[in-house]
């Protein structure tokens, strides 16, 4: 059974680092991209990113480059979305999803169950 | 950049047919995913490549493209398929997600 586990729910202040993870199992880690979804309270989704943990191919969605970063970790199947100074308004859930990846085409088949920041001062 | 245009809402009654739209510029050979969400739980993916259904997603949900506008037809709609509901597509090597619909059965 693929499953994706993320850490849990982070409480920040502006300005502080923070890296959340999403572990998953069920299938082989490095031969599936992984991508990074943020939902802000109340909102729709906003795709961040992906990796492929293969050979770490990170591509990332022009609203969040620069602002996050995306890595992953071979040896512990599991994958980072990171941030060196928070701001309040990365306050969101954040999921990571596996994708299936084409040239014409991409979908996230299998789902972790989110992990809510805050940060606030 | 590319956009997916969904309608804020639709409403349905138990049993019958919703329809959910999603109009993108130009379709061209891109390929859409629809992504069904309900109230604290993550997205699950019930339709992909245009039409097909994952394993474990009920018949009553099928796709289909026409033109610039991709259709999410739920069928003999449920209660329980009360949630919102994302297009989603593969545009320059970046995924692009509607808007969403909240689909309210009544």
């Known amino acids: 059974e693929v499953q994706l586990v993320q850490s849990g729910a982070e409480v920040k202040k502006p300005g502080e680092s923070l890296r959340i993870s999403c572990k998953v199992s069920?299938?082989?880690?490095?031969?599936?991209?992984i991508g990074w979804v943020r939902q802000l309270p109340g909102k729709g989704l906003e795709w961040m990113g992906i990796i492929y943990p293969g050979d770490s191919d990170v591509r990332y969605s022009p609203s969040f480059q620069g602002q996050v970063i995306i890595s992953a970790d071979k040896s512990i199947n599991t994958t980072y979305l990171q941030w060196s100074s928070l701001q309040a308004s990365d306050s969101a859930m954040y999921y990571c999803?596996?994708?299936?990846?084409?040239?014409?085409?991409?979908?996230?088949?299998?789902w972790g169950q989110g992990t809510l920041v805050t940060a606030s001062s | 950049s590319y956009e997916l245009t969904q309608p804020p809402s639709v409403s349905v009654s138990p049993g019958q047919t919703a329809s959910i739209t999603c109009a993108g510029e130009t379709w061209g050979d891109k390929f859409v995913s629809w992504y069904q969400q309900k109230p604290g739980q993550s997205p699950l993916l019930v339709i992909y490549?245009?039409?097909k259904r994952p394993s474990g997603i009920p018949e009553r949900f099928s796709g289909s493209t026409s033109g610039n506008t991709a259709t999410l037809t739920i069928s003999g709609t449920q209660p329980m398929d009360e949630a919102e509901y994302y297009c989603q597509a593969w545009d320059t090597k970046a995924v692009i997600f509607g808007g969403g619909t909240k689909l309210t059965v009544l």
């Open positions: 069920g299938y082989t880690f490095s031969t599936y991209w």
């Open positions: 999803a596996r994708h299936q990846i084409g040239y014409t085409f991409a979908y996230g088949d299998s």
């Open positions: 490549l245009d039409y």
